[in-house]
């Protein structure tokens, strides 16, 4: 299968690299407790109508969780409902996104 042919394909970019290629507004800032925490970001999410930062996105695990419309996954996960595509086919997406140079691990 494709999506498991190359390192690429198993070690997949930053979902906040993903994320800001898609024009997503960051904020280091949690907007409910005031905290920050190096590890964690938050942004807006882009599969629902949610306005501020709904989205919490920690960096060390590559994964975000919308507060307001519980989307939340990786990566592929990410590709996969931006795009409306199968798990597989977001694979390879970012695979050749990486590949090509067009985004950084």
């Known amino acids: ?3 498991l042919r190359s390192q690429a394909a198993r070690e997949f970019p930053s979902i906040v690299k993903i994320m800001e290629g898609d024009g997503v507004v960051f904020s280091d800032v949690d907007e409910v ?3 920050r925490n190096d590890n964690i970001v938050y942004a807006t999410c882009q599969f629902c109508p949610a306005e501020g ?5 920690n960096k060390s695990r590559n994964v975000f ?5 519980g989307s ?6 990410y590709i996969k409902m ?4 199968e798990w597989r086919e977001a694979a390879d997406y970012l695979a050749d996104m990486v590949e090509k140079g067009e985004i950084e691990k």
């Open 1 to 3: 299968m494709r999506y």
């Open 33 to 35: 407790s005031g905290h």
């Open 53 to 57: 930062f709904s989205v919490k996105i």
């Open 65 to 69: 969780r919308c507060r307001a419309c």
């Open 72 to 77: 939340s996954g990786g990566p592929v996960q």
């Open 82 to 85: 931006m795009q409306v595509v």
